[in-house]
């Protein structure tokens, strides 16, 4: 099948690979000329494990390629997916403007039939709003053509999402034409060879699906981190409570664990955007507001456990002289993305607080540059920065730094005091190694250090 992509960032590069990958003749489109060279010539804007090599691959041999030259694009192609960014605005709304700009060009420029697919993350109506974008443009034109609008949202985990494609746990389609409905099935057939995952319903059930899916996961998180924070003062431990709650086969152990909040370009933005949907609707939405709140409260804890720690009282500012290194700037392991990750505010944080700033991350260090610049110090080697620190905070739960050899860092160190914000450590263990050691509501029957 011919398809064109527009948007050549995380969704629709992967999007394009794969369908690539599984047979189809795809054309990427973006307005960003730069981006679109460097593609040509085999540089990848994003990191995600497997992605370079499949788009390497695809574009030798000649299923995929990329382009700023949206009429060939379209005129070529049945099925438009429109997979362009979708950034809060400032009331938190979702700005359609880049996908509304698509679908204005698609209609400025198709010569026949065709599918035009949301595949960007939108509010419920949007469809209909892109389907008017098309349709004013044909006016205008003074021609009647034919196209359907569907709804095809992503479930794509960053740092698994060529997986997350190849392989998914569903494929939702929003389309009321049974006709649309089979030419989706059968752009999507091959990646349903053991099961058949596709879901077929209503256009606007399948734009709220998206916002729903990633508010549950976002209250999860939320719901964890508070339960994680009366543990300590309560003197439990979260991770036991994790084991007895998952073991529940209604509630399950994903996305329960305790950490410094969630980040990303989707939970965030998207909880956002569904409150104000909500808001637009006359509805107010009690949870979502609360779940936003406690994580933005939770971006705070490690900062403050580190002040609590080391803090001189009565000194301001209160880290003043303290050197803290940092394990992770990414908002989760395996991508460089670094946008609302926690790590951004923990880091402020400690440099408002006085502290000097040294970070490691395997892929994020480029992208927190344009975040921190020469404000903090970066090593690409996760021990360099440890010598004569204060204290080790660990923010982003990479592989790396799952089974380091402690008594390096413990020699490195001129205090043994480690925060670990994604309890990858047992506390026995790290108390026979001879460490101060602060986790996240893990207790063992006592309160925990700094709580009152």
């Given at each position: 099948m011919k398809i064109?992509?527009?948007?050549?960032?995380?969704?629709?590069?992967?999007?394009?690979?794969?369908?690539?990958?599984?047979?189809?003749?795809?054309?990427?489109?973006?307005?960003?000329?730069?981006?679109i060279e460097g593609l040509k010539q085999g540089i990848i804007p994003i990191y995600e494990p497997g992605l370079k090599e499949m788009v390497l691959r695809n574009q030798a041999e000649g299923r995929l390629a990329f382009?700023?030259?949206?009429?060939?694009?379209?005129?070529?192609?049945?099925?438009?997916?429109?997979?362009?960014?979708?950034?809060?605005?400032?009331?938190?709304?979702?700005?359609?403007?880049?996908?509304?700009?698509?679908?204005?060009?698609?209609?400025?420029?198709m010569t026949g039939y065709k599918i035009i697919?949301?595949?960007?993350?939108?509010?419920?109506?949007?469809?209909?709003?892109?389907?008017?974008?098309?349709?004013?443009?044909?006016?205008?034109?003074?021609?009647?053509?034919?196209?359907?609008?569907?709804?095809?949202?992503?479930?794509?985990?960053?740092?698994?999402?060529?997986?997350?494609?190849?392989?998914?746990?569903?494929?939702v389609i929003g389309t009321d034409n049974v006709r649309t409905a089979e030419i989706m099935k059968e752009l999507y057939d091959p990646f349903m060879r053991k099961q058949n995952r596709m879901i077929v319903m209503d256009i606007r059930s399948a734009e709220m699906t998206k916002y729903a899916a990633n508010a549950m996961l976002a209250t999860r998180i939320s719901f964890m981190n508070q339960i994680a924070g009366l543990c300590e003062r309560m003197g439990a431990d979260v991770a036991?409570?994790?084991?007895?709650?998952?073991?529940?086969?209604r509630i399950g152990y994903d996305f329960l664990f305790p950490g410094p909040g969630y980040g990303g370009s989707c939970f965030p933005k998207d909880v956002k955007a569904l409150i104000k949907t909500a808001e637009e609707s006359n509805y107010n939405f009690l949870l979502l507001k609360a779940v936003e709140d406690v994580n933005e409260l939770q971006k705070e804890v490690l900062a403050d456990k580190l002040v609590k720690a080391l803090g001189s009282p009565g000194t301001e500012p209160p880290l003043a002289g303290h050197?803290?290194?940092?394990?992770?700037?990414?908002?989760?392991?395996?991508?460089?993305?670094?946008?609302?990750?926690?790590?951004?505010?923990?880091?402020?944080r400690l440099l408002a607080a006085g502290a000097t700033v040294r970070a490691?991350?395997?892929?994020?260090?480029?992208?927190?540059?344009?975040?921190?610049?020469?404000?903090i110090a970066y090593s690409h080697n996760q021990y360099d920065i440890l010598d004569n620190a204060d204290a080790l905070v660990v923010i982003t739960d990479w592989s790396e730094y799952r089974n380091p050899d402690f008594e390096r860092i413990k020699s490195a160190m001129k205090n043994p005091l480690i925060v670990d914000g994604r309890n990858l450590y047992k506390p026995d263990r790290m108390a026979t190694a001879g460490f101060r050691y602060i986790p996240l509501g893990r207790c063992g029957g006592s309160v925990c250090e700094g709580v009152k």
């Open positions: 064109c992509i527009f948007g050549a960032g995380y969704v629709g590069l992967v999007a394009a690979a794969c369908f690539a990958e599984s047979g189809n003749s795809v054309i990427t489109v973006d307005i960003n000329e730069n981006r382009t700023t030259d949206t009429v060939s694009a379209v005129q070529s192609s049945l099925v438009s997916f429109i997979a362009v960014g979708t950034p809060p605005g400032e009331d938190g709304s979702a700005d359609l403007k880049y996908v509304l700009g698509v679908a204005r060009e698609i209609g400025r420029t697919v949301d595949k960007s993350t939108v509010p419920v109506g949007t469809a209909d709003k892109v389907r008017a974008a098309v349709q004013q443009e044909l006016d205008l034109r003074g021609v009647s053509l034919e196209f359907d609008v569907v709804s095809n949202p992503e479930f794509l985990k960053e740092g698994a999402a060529i997986d997350d494609f190849m392989k998914p746990d569903r494929v036991a409570v994790r084991e007895g709650i998952g073991s529940d086969s050197t803290i290194a940092c394990w992770g700037l990414s908002f989760k392991p395996r991508t460089d993305d670094m946008r609302e990750a926690p790590a951004i505010t923990i880091i402020e490691h991350d395997p892929e994020a260090i480029e992208e927190a540059k344009k975040v921190f610049g020469d404000r």
